[in-house]
């Protein structure tokens, strides 16, 4: 088996000798003791048939619960959106699926004019100048705000509200304590929101962090927060699901100076977590500090309109250790995807996903606090996803055990004995009556022992 | 070929709504502006509704703007444009993969976490590491991640002084951004007449070695060589008490050929879309799992994979952990492509890789070394590098000219000017699977260019001629930003 | 062949001064503007700030490269040229008369460690 060589080692060995050289003094170079001779149990020596090759993955496939068999409630970060068909057979493309970072213009306009179109529904959607051409993720694009809004402030020290998404704040941790900064968080009040106070020491703060709809659904004021964000002297970062901002004031015209967020809610499918696509929109004002790629228009020799890499001079290829962030790539592909999402869906398409999410959400809620069985942590208005605490004595981990054989993946179950339920447009009536009746049920059951 | 006008997007004008997508509504709508008040959005966000076929049309003729790997040899040196398996996409939208909730309970994964647990193994082997981290969403945030762990074992052992990192001139810009963003500073050390570390410098660089976290090392490096003093070059590294990066972005020359754990290293990042065949994706998503010694085991970032009798579970906390450097547990989608890859090659095939890429390229370099300028006649891997010095001082061609003439001929240009220490460089990787034919072809379009370049340099220097555009105005695009519509 | 004059003293990080009094006008040299190439971006520390001899008193960006300019002389930055941000080809065209920013000097003497027109001429030529 060649594996996917179009050579074997009798046409690679002809090859080299018409140019003089000897197939096995390639490696040379590699000292004698370090050549590798060795097995291991976990690879195996020959290669695998194609059809073996999707055998075995199909076979470690069957061995998950998946979003399609069962009905899944888990969000925290991770949304089941429908993505209609078009987009995945658009990006499967091998003009946008094979080829590499823009970097020859000539015959890169596609990802170029993908990119450009990606930045300018950013920033539609978010009310901000204008976008980077995307990072990693959500967790790390908070991050590197962090870090954006320290270099800008010359200070040392960020403050996170308690509703951000946990892996969103461990992920700053890591990145702020590698370079000897600080994280400050803050609380929530009943209503689930960041409360509102000063951080002590205030002025010392480079940035104020905010996530809306927070990790608990709840929606945040972002309008307030920017505003004592700014009397403090520190920048105001929000970040702000994409789905949500069909609905919700855009944090551009909340004075809001820095927002991210995770992409993958556009349609991307979970993919156990990854790979997503991160945004970052700013200010004009900030455009020179952010990090990551950035397309812009320019004209081409004969005055036609074409699209470029700019404004690189902030970038790790050209700075080197002075760079404004190591971050040499970005998330193209998915980019492209979420701006084919948002092409397919449009403004109508895009507000009824919101729309019938948050209804049916509402519903559920209504419907799960009638059995008597639970009551909302907060009070204030939530988009999508909501969390619930039992009333009474009922272990969570038990009835999402027990959901599991009615088909259903349960919502997650938060420290302090709270469940956080996400529901999408995908669900339908009937199974959200399943849902409760599979929860009632169970209930039912542990009454009677 | 006609390449068809698409005005941006969002300008165009439609009339059909979106809805066809999300299922009829079965319950009344909330009333957004009174259920969310002040935070609501005034009026509608500024999208267009455009009709599929729109869109279908658009993004098709966007793609024809684009060169893709299937489109013709791509010899970007350093970013290693081999064949992206199709088989290996199916396997990663297996609804089983691609529908998984990384919240999910470990009971109801068990597929992602044994393919994980599997892969990890895989690469330990391949790389002569001990455990893998599968949290790093790029080279270059493998690179951060890598250096974390260094910067934590230091700090754990109370050795704190440590805040150098060596770095050869020859390295990738990323190596000194990411030592930069763990708050390390960056001692830059040269590169001999042969393209190798120069070894009195780093001795130099290392000094009483009380400030030296570690060293960072591409071998083969940016230029192609092998550097033969690796054991020699790490082992100074640890003699002064510092830890050994090595820059796997291009491991594909070496691999099972020789292993960085064996070479002194103590921790590796991979390009998974570089040496295991995934694709780039216009820039993305890669991924850039990290590789460690098991020194460095107690500093893992979370969450990572353990196996107690038969299952899988996922690990959310240790004491010393780096903590996390992204959302979740990694890019699972990309580590099933890396996955397919491996299983379809086996050991075998994967050694047969680093030979294939190291026999091509030598090849096509054997061919070319006597039209263009050579930097070094030291012998060179998976890659090489030539230059237009020669052509720019007579004909006034340079390397730009020469790669957009490239595209005329049907190519996708090799990686220009860079490294940065050779001017005028042209780095050509033709990787492994291009076909002798594929590599004859691109030999004799660079000798035709260099001919051009004597005869017709005009026709040279106004490359390319086909295109949807050329040579686009930089100066323009950064002086007066547009970066939306 | 880059252009030098006689009424300036030059860094060797290749920056111009004028003295007025006791304000030092600086800008960047026609040399270093001609190897940085067309000039997109120029940004300048604000008036007020203090500065020691190599601190960055601001960047220059062009399309390929982006580097920092070093304070050559200390003390108060007096002016700043703010219409650098809109323009910054200013500097590729005029080297000479635009100037970046005045620094009210805080040792005079500092002023004898600037290379003069010859001493510059023989660096640029080693460096080049």
Known sequence: ?449 | MMYKDTPVIVTQKGEVEGQRMVPKAELPHVDAAAYYGDASRPGKAPLPNLAEITVLRHYTNLSLKNYGVENGTYPLGSCTMKYNPKINEDAASLTGFAQTHPLQPDSTIQGNLELLWDLEKQLSFICGMDRFTFQPAAGAHGEMTGLLLIKAYHEKRGDTDRNVMIVPDSAHGTNPASAMMVGYKVREVKSNERGMVDLAALKAAIGDGKDIAGLMLTNPSTLGIFDENVIEITKMVHEAGGLNYYDGANLNAIMMQVRPGDMGFDVVHLNVHKTFSTPHGGGGPGAGPVGLKNILAPFLPVPFVEKQDDQFRLVHETEDTIGKVRGFIGSFGIFVRTYAYILANGQDGLKAVSEGAVANSTYMFEKLKNDYKVPTSTKTMHEFIITSEVLKSKYGVNTMDVAKRLIDYGFHPPTVYFPLIVPEAMMVEPTETETREDLDQLIDAFKKIAEEAATEPDLVKGAPHNTPIARPNETQAARNPVLKA | MSELRDDVKYAKSHEWVKVEGDIAVIGLTDYAQDQMGDLVFAEVVPAGTTVAVEDSIGSVESVKMASDVYAPVAGEVVEANDTLEDAPEQINETPYDTWLVKIRLSDPAELDQLLDKEGYAALIAEES
């Open chain 1, 1 to 449: 088996m060649n594996g996917y060589l179009p050579q074997d080692r009798a046409s690679r060995q002809a090859m080299l000798e018409s140019v003089g050289i000897s197939l096995d003094r390639l490696f040379d170079m590699v000292p004698d003791q370090l050549r590798f001779e060795g097995e291991s149990d976990h690879l195996q020596k020959e290669g695998y048939a194609e059809y073996e090759v999707i055998r075995a993955l199909d076979a470690l496939a069957s061995k998950n619960v998946d979003s399609k068999r069962f009905d899944s409630y888990l969000g925290g970060g991770i949304y089941d959106h429908y993505q209609p068909a078009a987009v995945r057979h658009l990006t499967q493309r091998q003009e946008f699926l094979t080829a590499y970072t823009p970097y020859q213009a000539e015959i890169s306009q596609g990802t170029m004019q993908a990119i450009f179109e990606w930045q300018s529904y950013i920033c539609r959607l978010t009310g901000l100048d204008v976008s980077n051409a995307s990072m990693y993720d959500g967790a790390s694009s908070a991050a590197e705000a962090m870090l954006m809004a320290c270099r800008t402030k010359k200070r040392s020290r960020v403050f996170v509200s308690e509703g951000v998404n946990p892996e969103i704040v461990k992920t700053i941790r890591t990145y702020l304590h590698a370079v000897g900064f600080e994280v400050v968080l803050g609380a929530l009040d009943k209503n689930g929101q960041t409360e509102s106070f000063l951080p002590a020491e205030e002025d010392e703060y480079a940035a104020w962090l905010i996530q809306s709809p927070n990790y608990y659904g709840i929606v945040e004021d972002l309008t307030g927060f920017a505003e004592k964000a700014h009397a403090s002297g520190a920048l105001a970062v929000a970040s702000c699901d994409l789905i949500s901002l069909a609905l919700l004031k855009p944090p551009g015209e909340c004075g809001i100076d820095i927002a991210v967020g995770d992409g993958q809610s556009l349609g991307l499918p979970q993919n156990f977590g990854g790979p997503t696509v991160g945004y970052m929109a700013t200010t004009n004002e900030l455009l020179r500090r952010m990090p990551g790629r950035i397309c812009g228009e320019t004209v081409d020799r004969d005055g036609k309109r074409c699209y470029v890499l700019t404004i690189q001079a902030r970038e790790q290829h050209i700075r080197r250790e002075k760079a404004t962030s190591n971050i040499c790539s970005n998330q193209a592909l998915l980019a492209t995807s979420a701006t084919i999402y948002l092409a397919m869906m449009g403004e109508s398409g895009l507000r009824e996903v919101a729309l019938q999410s948050q209804s049916k959400a509402m519903y559920l809620l209504g419907k799960l606090v009638e059995t008597g069985l639970f009551e909302p942590v907060f009070k204030g208005a939530f988009f999508r996803e909501f969390a619930l605490r039992p009333v009474k004595d009922l272990d969570l981990v038990a009835l999402n055990k027990a959901l599991l054989d009615d088909g259903i993946l349960g919502g997650y179950v938060l420290p302090g004995n709270m469940w956080l339920i996400a529901v999408t447009e995908k669900k339908t009536l009937a199974q959200l009556d399943r849902f409760i009746a599979a929860v009632t049920r169970f209930a039912g059951k542990e009454v009677a022992k």
